[in-house]
């Protein structure tokens, strides 16, 4: 039966049999002894009309189908081909589903051959494939095929992905097949007869992976650290960028239709200049200027030259990715000096060996995506060099349980340990202290600040790259978080005197003294009265938020309700309740501290041989006394330092799905003397820094000193000025002095015409999730959905990468976008041709970190509006207007419906912040001539 593979692919009406969805394309390929053995194709006559979205996608009209024969005239020899087989679909249930219900309405038995699902064998033999889509794989494995979306192309797409995933399931190790055998029933392919037999056949093969270090049952892959040949370098800067930007040098010879961009050279020599004079350095560097090229050579140039670790800190995991898989091996080419580069990420990125191999060994049932996650990770173990878990894309449910196995959650490991010598976090570091360029990101920079330096290696210097980002990060991590789920996940992950509980299994493996004063019902009262507590605590604040909300119900842009409480006088009493039970429940959580304690006690006298235990019990109780220190934080003491608190809660969501957040109001004294002072030279570079040319707001909230700072603006390459229209209407409906639904319903008249303009490829930016959701419904009554592609943020499913990738994967799309879309989304080309920003993105004023701030500068005397509503909301608008141009070839619009940005009198600050384009600003019908005679 192994040695047959039937794989099958349909076309169909529809999603779904149980609507009266048919097949009207069928695709078999039969595989024996690995090879392709015969094929069956045919077009089905459905008896209905097939739908516009399927001929778009497939091709199939309903005159191809209309003298196919049915489905019940080829059963039998479709029932036939599966004699003996293993049924093999690139997501079975779809394929069998639709097969058996045909099957069924013809009389037939239904198929109950074991199945193999190439799609979940995909995400398990190759968890570090970019997407698991057919389209997807076939380009990773560079399989070939004929017309995407028809039945017999997909189906030899499919076999000959099966033939891939059946050779790297035989190169496995004998561990990793082992602990899949026992995984094999949680899955949806029938794997049990092969992964036995490949089980048998290594457990009498003398075979050694010579590239796996086999310790308690993991097979981990080997790795080695080559530490380059140091060599003296002595080269004049000067020369030394001579060598690679001009006429005949590197970058000439290394990179295919190279042209020399003088800002990239100007921004090499800033760097320098901030480093050798030991000045901060603001740079902002328009899109297309190569700024990160530009700034890892004069970094890699210091390090060498002065022996000295350059840090570069990143916002975004994407650009990390960027520098390391593209940047940093062309510099490599460059300059031919051996120098080394580390990436260090938080403990919560690296897998915790010791946890997982914890949790292979439990008996627990788990749901399907656990088991496909387990799957993918003993997979993942076998190739990874890092453990960095940004490497796989997980099930959404796998997250969580990757969280309980990371090595966050790990204690102090004894370095004498065999698991501390394996550690990927650990190696790592280690990597991280013998670097010359120490890549990072901004999360653990500021963690690094905020705890004294003591996570990353010491430095003197440092590159910030995505700086408009810097300030908001401090802030997150000067300030502090709490909700409902974090608190609960914590005393779940403790649990009850129960056997099935952490605490439970503790228990049965420590004999307590007489004299302990730890009690099994005296744990459980008071566990049982700290989830009540934390259950009414958050299902008060909710209430509390709602009563006082009354008045104002507007949400966020990610439609939450956002509430300041840190001067709480709005009602006293209710308040005066809250306090009372957050002092009983921290007296609740002191009593399981102490219980805990009693634990360890006995633990640490015991010499328990599950010394795990008392690693976790660490943990648990650091966990429970970081909620307490919170609680008190936000509820019951003052800051030192000015902060705003508040609360933010799903509009629509459950009663207790409460977020309790504070942060610094002002951070710029904190970043001047934790930061600042502390280092030589910092560098801070992105695309948005300046406004109408100057750099004071930025250098303001950062707490930079203008003596001590360089700044500098390298201008775009590109040619804006043919590249790009601005187009502003006169004719919208004002939204100060008309409702909010004239302006939607405005806005929609205009993505239609320019949609039809434009052939789609549009990406449309609301400031507010309320009013995308509003435009989302309106579109989507009035636009032909069966040529154009919706994709809406919140609304259509799948993250912001998915979102972005279903917009290019259809010809005729239109993407609306909140909040994360106005800046790191990169769609070059003609995906592309026009970009829609409905408001200009000022803040809500009622935002509670907004309000906090501008009472401050009131305090100070000084303008809110233009000291900080104005400066922020004109760096928005640049990271949304750098959205369109991403190449020097990229044409396009940009159509603005606030007409603010020409009748306001602080409109210039918006257009004279940008590169200079042509404007127009006239009547929606002029416009629309306009755009159509320009594309």
């Given at each position: ?40 194709s045919?077009f ?16 199939i009209?309903d005159?191809?189908v ?31 589903g ?23 064998l995909?995400r ?9 889509k ?19 192309a997909?189906?030899?797409?499919t ?15 004998y561990?990793?097949?082992?602990h ?9 392919s ?7 037999e ?12 010579e ?26 800067f ?63 140039y ?35 000096l ?40 003993l ?39 065999p698991?501390f ?46 700086a408009h ?14 909700h ?23 228990l ?27 259950d ?31 001067d709480e006088?709005?009602?006293p ?18 009593d399981?501290?102490?219980l805990?304690?009693?634990?360890k ?23 429970l006394?970081?909620?307490i ?44 003397n ?11 570079t992105?695309?948005?820094l ?9 250098q ?46 405005a ?6 015409s320019?949609?039809q ?23 989507r009554?009035?636009?032909d ?18 979102l ?16 994360s ?30 309000e ?14 233009f ?8 760096i ?26 020409m009748?306001a ?31």
């Amino acid at each position: 039966m192994n040695e047959r593979f039937v794989v099958v692919d349909l076309e169909t009406t529809g999603h779904s049999p149980a609507n009266s969805d048919k097949i009207i394309e069928i695709g078999i390929v039969v595989i024996e002894n690995d090879n392709i053995v015969d094929e069956f194709s045919t077009f089905f006559n459905p008896n209905k009309p097939i739908p516009a979205f399927v001929t778009n996608l497939t091709g199939i009209t309903d005159a191809e189908v209309q003298n196919a024969p049915l489905f019940q005239d080829k059963a039998a020899k479709i029932t036939a081909l599966f004699e003996n087989s293993y049924l093999v679909a690139h997501n079975v249930p779809f394929d069998l589903g639709f097969l058996n219900g045909e099957l069924y309405t013809s009389g037939f038995s239904e198929l109950r051959n074991p199945a193999l699902d190439t799609v979940e064998l995909a995400r398990i033999l190759y968890p570090q494939a970019p997407g698991f889509k057919l389209g997807q794989l076939a380009d990773y494995f560079q399989i070939t095929h004929g017309e995407p979306h028809r039945a017999l192309a997909d189906a030899h797409m499919t076999a000959k992905l099966l033939l891939t995933l059946m050779q790297k399931l035989r190169q496995l190790p004998y561990e990793t097949i082992a602990h899949m055998l026992k995984l094999e029933k949680g899955m949806k392919s029938d794997l049990n007869t092969i992964l036995s037999e490949q089980y048998q056949a290594l457990a009498f093969s003398s075979d050694e992976h010579e590239y796996m270090d086999i310790y308690r049952g993991l097979a981990i892959k080997k790795t080695t650290d080559i530490k380059p040949e140091r060599q003296d370098f002595h080269s004049f800067f000067g020369s030394f960028l001579d060598e690679i930007y001009e006429a005949g040098g590197a970058m000439e010879q290394h990179m295919s239709k190279y042209e020399k961009r003088s800002g990239q050279r100007e921004m090499s020599e800033t760097v320098f200049d901030a480093f050798k004079t030991k000045k901060h350095a603001l740079i902002e560097a328009e899109t297309g200027t190569g700024k990160t090229l530009a700034y890892l050579l004069p970094a890699v140039y210091e390090a060498i030259t002065q022996n000295k670790k350059i840090v570069i800190s990143t916002y975004t995991t994407q650009l990390q990715s960027q520098l390391l898989d593209n940047e940093i091996p062309l510099i490599h080419q460059l300059v031919s000096l051996p120098f080394r580069v580390a990436l260090l990420k938080g403990k919560q990125h690296y897998i915790s060996l010791e946890k997982f191999e914890r949790a292979l060994a439990s008996e627990r049932t788990e749901n399907y995506d656990v088991t496909l996650t387990k799957a993918m990770l003993l997979v993942w173990l076998t190739e990874t060099e890092t453990g960095d878990i940004d490497e796989i894309q997980l099930p959404s449910n796998g997250y969580i349980f990757y969280k309980q196995i990371s090595t966050e959650k790990e204690g102090a490991i004894d370095p004498s340990s065999p698991w501390f010598s394996r550690s990927y976090y650990q190696r790592a570091r280690r990597k991280a202290q013998q670097a010359d360029i120490l890549i990072t990101n901004h999360a653990l920079l500021c963690t690094d600040m905020f705890n004294n330096y003591q996570l990353l290696p010491s430095y003197d210097k440092a590159i910030i790259d995505e700086a408009h980002h810097l300030e908001e990060t401090a802030s997150k991590h000067y300030g502090l978080t709490l909700h409902y789920v974090q608190v609960q996940n914590t005393l779940s992950q403790i649990g009850s005197t129960d056997q099935d509980d952490w605490l439970g299994k503790l228990l049965m493996n420590t004999p307590l003294s007489d004299d302990n004063v730890f009690s099994s019902e005296g744990w459980d009262n008071i566990f049982g009265n700290t989830k009540y507590e934390v259950d009414d605590l958050f299902r008060t604040l909710f209430q509390y938020v709602i009563d006082q909300r009354q008045k104002d119900k507007s949400l966020s842009d990610t439609g939450r309700i956002q509430y300041r409480f840190d001067d709480e006088n709005e009602d006293p009493e209710k308040w005066g309740v809250i306090k009372e039970i957050v002092s009983r429940l921290t007296f609740y959580l002191r009593d399981l501290i102490h219980l805990l304690s009693s634990l360890k006690q006995e633990l640490e006298s015991n010499e328990i041989r599950e010394n795990h235990y008392l690693e976790d019990l660490n943990m648990h109780t650091e966990a429970l006394q970081s909620i307490i220190d919170r609680m008190e934080q936000l509820f019951l003491t003052k800051s030192e330092h000015a902060e705003v608190k508040w609360i933010e809660m799903e509009a629509y969501g459950a009663r207790n799905a409460v977020y309790l957040y504070s942060e610094p109001t002002d951070i710029s004294t904190l970043l001047a003397n934790d930061f600042f002072t502390q280092k030589e030279s910092v560098v801070l570079t992105s695309a948005t820094l300046s406004i109408r040319n100057t750099f004071s707001f930025i250098q303001q909230r950062l707490g930079l000193t203008p003596e001590n700072v360089m700044t500098t603006k390298v201008n775009s390459p590109f040619s804006y000025q043919n590249q790009v229209q601005l187009m502003i209407p006169d004719d919208f409906p004002d939204i100060r002095h008309s409702s909010l639904d004239e302006f939607v319903a405005a806005v929609c008249d205009a993505i239609i015409s320019l949609a039809q303009i434009t052939d789609g490829r549009m990406l449309v930016l609301f400031t507010s999730y309320d009013m995308l959701r509003k435009a989302y419904y309106l579109l989507r009554e009035t636009i032909d959905t069966s040529l154009f592609m919706l994709i809406a943020q919140g609304i259509s499913s799948g993250s912001r990468s998915r979102l972005k990738k279903n917009f290019q994967t259809f010809s005729q799309s239109i993407l609306l976008g909140t909040s994360s879309f106005w800046e790191g989304v990169d769609i070059p080309g003609e995906d592309l041709s026009c970009l829609m920003i409905v408001r200009l993105p000022f803040q809500p004023p009622n935002h509670p970190v907004y309000e906090a701030k501008s009472n401050l500068l009131k305090n100070e005397g000084k303008n809110p509006f233009f000291e900080l509503a104005l400066p922020n909301a004109v760096i928005r608008f640049k990271q949304g207007f750098g959205r369109l141009i991403r190449s020097a070839n990229d044409r396009g619009v940009v159509f603005v419906c606030d007409a603010r940005v020409m009748k306001a009198r602080y409109g210039k600050y918006f257009t004279e912040s940008i590169p200079a384009v042509p404007i127009t600003h006239d009547s929606t019908y002029t416009l629309m001539k306009k755009v159509q005679e320009w594309f």
